[in-house]
């Protein structure tokens, strides 16, 4: 960046009368309001014996990717976050709820509990915080936006049931994020638990008991009853203890938004998970691309609120826009600052969804080839017969101009469908129709949806189609 003959002077810690006097010296007459490009400020440094480094100019429009190092004599324990995954009906709701009802914060008791998307319990004198939307959706959602919240899993496998399809899945996410999972053996209570088999199974994911050699917690629970929930949450702190999760309660808040909706009378309003610093009423805010001034907050417990510290989470209004979950959201010093950070964001991002809506059509192509903007080209193959749909899968994948390929993404038998039009829109195919059509309403979606039909009858000229547009070449269309 640039620096005027004031700047330069305070950086040196020498009057600005010096430095326009040696200006001089170098043939330039300046005033100290003047701006000074690079070699006047490497020349005049460079006088002085100072080095001049190359400014880190931080973006701060984009503060998700900049994190401030933290200063490890700041940082203080934090409780942890927890989330609670596991196949459907294993009893995820059921166990949030008897955490909840049985644990509310110590000296609140008498709140009306309010369902903000988050709780924190206090036990043995330390708190925890639950994501209270079960199920890996949220998690999902939140890590597709780049959002880490959850330190710890509760993975919660019905001992009468043992592991299932989401089951599975559960573990793989919170492999994937490398979060660290207890397993709650639930329903205890039914005369068909058996959680010996839950173990068994769950060995085959590397979750083995300690009684077996491993190193994963089991805890038998049954949320119903309320057995087992005080194990569970001392077993949580043990991991939390071992974890050490820290961060400095005194500075700016950031964090992460945990779901966020239009109330009609209160107008926007966000859960907020304080990750660092503290988030007061008042403060500037810029929430995901939507920013404003923290008017009020309230609790899970619905209560007002000031403040709130590290891993607590807070409902907000007063911002100008709906977030979504996942969001990061950041406290800035003044309300120009985040007005200016918001704006520049909401401006980008409709910037972004402008160009996202321009889908690959097989007329512009050639062009997206040229530049190289796409590697490979997505189609979807619907067709009336298995046959010819596999006969054109095969063809299509052969085809290679340049090192552009055909990637198949869907395929299927029976006539061209709103959902094949959505799918094509999500992930910019064309869709091929082999002697099938799309329906008057599924015609109608893919032309707001910018999605790109080609009908065929003959299977050569759909594969010379495909390559004559890859190449260029495509007959003009009337
Ligand atoms: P989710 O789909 O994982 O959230 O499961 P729910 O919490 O909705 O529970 C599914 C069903 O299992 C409900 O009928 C619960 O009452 C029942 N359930 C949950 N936990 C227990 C338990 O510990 N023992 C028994 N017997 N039933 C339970």
Redesign the pocket.
Same mark, same amino acid.
């Given at each position: 960046g640039t620096l005027t003959v004031g700047e330069l002077a305070k950086k040196l810690h020498k009057e600005p009368s010096e430095i326009i006097k040696k200006l001089l010296f170098l043939g330039v007459m300046a005033t100290i309001n003047q701006e000074l490009d690079k070699d006047s400020i490497e020349l005049i440094a460079g006088d002085y014996g100072v080095e001049v480094e190359e400014e880190i100019i931080i973006d701060e429009t984009n503060f998700e990717e900049f994190v401030e190092e933290e200063n490890e004599a700041e940082l203080q324990e934090r409780p942890p976050v927890v989330t609670i995954m596991?196949h459907? !009906?294993?009893? +995820?709701?059921?166990l949030l709820d008897s955490i909840r009802n049985t644990k509310v914060t110590a000296g609140e008791a008498g709140g009306i509990t309010q369902h903000i998307g988050a709780y924190q319990v206090e036990t043995a004198g330390k708190r925890i915080t639950f994501l209270d939307t079960?199920g890996h959706a949220a998690f999902t959602t939140m890590r597709a936006r780049g959002a880490q919240v959850t330190d710890i899993t509760i993975l919660?496998v019905a001992a009468d049931d043992g592991v299932m399809p989401q089951t599975k899945e559960a573990i793989s996410h919170a492999k994937a994020a490398g979060v660290p999972i207890i397993v709650a053996v639930? +329903?205890m !209570? +039914?005369e068909a638990a058996n959680p010996d088999r839950v173990m068994q199974e769950l060995t085959e994911f590397e979750l083995v008991p300690e009684a077996w050699g491993g190193d994963t917690i089991f805890v038998p629970v049954?949320?119903?009853?309320g057995e087992g929930i005080d194990e569970l949450l001392e077993m949580i702190l043990l991991v939390a203890e071992v974890e050490e999760y820290k961060a400095n309660p005194n500075s700016l808040a950031r964090g992460t938004v945990i779901e966020a909706q239009l109330d009609k009378g209160r107008g926007p309003v966000a859960t907020l998970l304080v990750q660092s610093g503290t988030l007061k009423v008042g403060d500037p805010i810029v929430v995901g691309n939507a920013f404003g001034r923290v008017r009020a907050m309230t609790n899970d417990l619905g209560r007002r609120v000031k403040s709130v510290g590290p891993a607590a989470p807070v409902e907000i209004t007063g911002l100008n826009d709906v977030p979504h979950a996942g969001d990061q959201f950041k406290v800035f010093e003044d309300e120009k600052t985040a007005r200016q950070i918001g704006e520049t964001r909401m401006i980008r991002q409709r910037d972004e969804e402008r160009n996202e809506t321009s889908k690959v059509s097989l007329d512009d192509l050639f062009n997206q080839i040229q530049q190289g903007e796409i590697k490979e080209i997505n189609v979807i193959i619907k067709g009336d017969v298995q046959g010819s749909v596999e006969a054109l899968r095969g063809s299509l994948e052969k085809i290679d101009v340049e090192g552009v390929k055909v990637n198949i993404i869907h395929t299927g038998v029976g006539a061209i469908t709103e959902s094949d039009i959505i799918l094509a829109a999500a992930s910019n195919a064309i869709v091929i129709g082999f002697n099938v059509r799309p329906d008057a309403n599924t015609k109608r979606v893919a032309e707001s949806e910018n999605v790109d039909i080609r009908l065929h009858r003959i299977i050569y000229n759909v594969i010379e189609e495909i390559e004559s547009a890859m190449k260029g070449m495509l007959d003009p269309e009337y």
């Open positions: 596991g459907v !009906d294993h009893g +995820k709701t059921t079960p919660v639930n +329903k !209570d +039914k049954s949320a119903l009853q």
